[in-house]
């Protein structure tokens, strides 16, 4: 039997932090934003950018709004250095951005990255060393003590160096890398001697990373919240974080470090980094967004920023990552589809967004409403009328998308396939026959001369070939023309519903596909008729015309063709009703 691999894990233990205050707290506003994509995750990617790309990406970064970009690490390759000088002897740094670069905590690494920043305005170097147990018992074989000295001397070369060139505004990042897993008074004690050694009062950045998620979130708040507690009356240290996503919970626990008092958010856009990657900065800024807080990043046009990023890394976003995702606001489910009409119908421009299985207004994010009602095998009338209204003005009455629904799906079980707004018009049209062309011939709409308001309808209509004279009279010209069909055929007719609409402006145009005929570009109102036919058959028929009379007449005639009662017939063009 194999043993249980759960026994050879431990839990983290937790932080004995009794008052914690970060579960009662909200995000009220955007922190510092700092992008790693040109350099943790450019370090993470199968093939590193190239000085085109980097460029690319540090331009997007700036028109998103990032004023703190980690640009590289100069020390690790020629193109890293390179590409730090170009940003600064181009100028293509604009005067409120701050650059980062990042530096081991070695002095031959540390001097090299320095000389990359010469002759910048302003500059962020980010020294770092691990601090967790199994880093400094396995991999470096060093005892706390030893850690602190080693703290000590490479930031105090720094500050030797930086000191030399008064030019540039200098800034130090300091880093107990994997902070995550070590214990808070060996973290407290590292930050504590790079601050001495920079010089107190001088600005300095703590950066506190989940270099590997090891326990949840909340614990990640109360190790966050325990050292802020210890920063708290000095406004020159910044505490920032630089959450990764082993665990899956990166973004939950940035925003739980927010709470926890954190200044500061380090990440990649759409989480790229090592393994399962960095925090996800657009994920992070847009559930701000959607909290009414404004994250102080632009991701109006989200597509063009997903574009330019899978263009840069060479890695493709899924389709299911939160908010820029292809499928994100699609909905195939029936119900999840009925509710979103509904929302939809029922909203007025300026409303507060409340919109079932829509957490953002998609238009906020630059993606139209195309994509959020999809239909499938898994879809219901709501979808599929809705489809039809947004993209061909047609607006059904309820029992006629449950009909239509039905022809919907038995297509649907045939085909296997996705439908799209154009398959199901073309279904539409075919079912309901609204390429027939019916027109009734010298048919007239004139007062019956009664009292009570009757019309009488009198002319002829072809079916099956045939020229049949029509009189009929009736208390509006929907029923004349019933009952004088009926007379004329022998076919009993009721109504049982009508409905009509003008047809409103639409993107596809639902009448562009055919010249003339009551799907021609003149058409513009549809009519919808339910008849019981026979005693036998209750079902729709659909009608379109520029005249609603005769759009009216022409439902009834499809309602009629598709019971089989009478043959679908086309009728000379030019064919008019007198309204």
Not at 73 to 84: C, G, N, T, W
Not at 217 to 223: I, L, M, S, T, Y
Not at 554 to 561: E, G, N, P, Y
Request: aromatic residues 8%; glycine residues 8%.
């Amino acid at each position: 039997m194999l043993k249980n691999p759960a026994s050879k894990y431990r839990a983290f233990p937790a932080v004995q932090l009794q008052d914690r205050t970060w579960p009662d707290a909200q995000i009220t506003q955007a922190p510092i934003w700092l992008s790693t994509d040109l350099r943790d995750g450019n370090q993470a990617l199968i093939e590193p950018m190239d000085l085109a790309r980097k460029l690319r990406m540090f331009d997007m970064l700036v028109k998103i709004g990032f004023k703190e970009i980690e640009v590289g690490f100069p020390a690790s390759s020629q193109i890293e250095f390179d590409f730090v000088r170009q940003l600064i002897e181009e100028k293509r740094i604009p005067a409120d951005v701050t650059i980062q670069v990042m530096t081991p905590a070695r002095p031959e690494l540390i001097t090299r990255t320095v000389e990359a920043l010469q002759g910048a305005p302003r500059a962020i170097v980010h020294i770092y060393n691990a601090v967790a147990p199994v880093w400094r018992k396995v991999v470096f074989g060093m005892s706390v003590p030893e850690v602190m000295d080693l703290v000590q001397s490479q930031v105090a070369h720094l500050k030797a160096l930086t000191d030399a060139q008064p030019g540039t505004e200098w800034i130090l990042q300091y880093s107990p890398e994997t902070f995550s897993l070590a214990e808070l008074d060996v973290s407290l004690q590292a930050c504590e001697t790079a601050i001495a050694a920079w010089g107190a009062g001088r600005d300095i950045i703590l950066n506190l990373p989940t270099t590997v998620e090891n326990t949840t979130p909340n614990v990640f708040a109360d190790q966050i919240e325990w050292m802020v507690r210890q920063f708290k009356e000095r406004p020159e240290v910044v505490v920032s974080v630089h959450p990764h996503n082993d665990r899956g919970t990166g973004t939950a626990s940035a925003e739980m470090a927010l709470l926890a008092g954190a200044h500061r958010v380090e990440g990649c856009l759409f989480g790229n980094g090592e393994r399962t990657g960095n925090l996800d900065i657009v994920n992070v800024a847009l559930n701000m967004y959607v909290q009414g807080v404004s994250p102080g990043l632009d991701f109006s046009d989200i597509d063009a920023v997903r574009a330019e990023v899978e263009h840069c890394n060479q890695l493709p976003v899924p389709a299911r990552h939160p908010y820029a995702g292809d499928l994100v606001y699609t909905s195939f489910s029936g119900s999840h589809q009925d509710a979103i009409k509904k929302a939809f119908a029922a909203r007025n421009e300026g409303d507060v967004w409340e919109m079932p299985y829509l957490p953002i207004d998609p238009k906020d994010l630059g993606r139209s409403y195309e994509a959020v009602i999809r239909v499938n095998s898994q879809s219901g009338k709501g979808g599929i009328s809705y489809l039809l209204e947004e993209e061909y003005g047609l607006t059904m009455p309820r029992r006629l998308q449950i009909e239509f629904s039905q022809v919907v799906q038995r297509a649907m079980d045939v085909a296997g396939t996705e439908f799209t707004a154009p398959d199901l018009w073309r279904i539409f049209e075919r079912e309901y026959q609204l390429d027939a062309n019916y027109a009734v011939a010298q048919c007239r709409v004139e007062p019956a001369g009664s009292n009570d308001g009757e019309v009488r309808v009198s002319g002829k209509v072809q079916i099956a070939g045939q020229s049949i004279s029509l009189q009929g009279q009736g208390n509006g010209p929907i029923d004349a023309f019933v009952h004088a069909i009926s007379s004329a055929t022998g076919v009993p007719v009721r109504v049982l519903d009508y409905s009509e609409h003008a047809m409103h402006s639409v993107a596809n145009g639902a009448f562009g596909v055919g010249a003339g005929g009551q799907n021609g570009a003149n058409a513009k109102a549809a009519a919808y008729v339910e008849l019981r036919v026979n005693e036998s058959q209750t079902l729709y028929g659909a009608g379109m015309d520029s005249n609603i009379t005769q759009a009216a007449f022409r439902a009834v005639m499809s309602a009629l063709a598709r019971s089989g009662a009478v043959t679908r017939v086309n009728t000379p063009a030019g064919d008019t009703v007198a309204a």
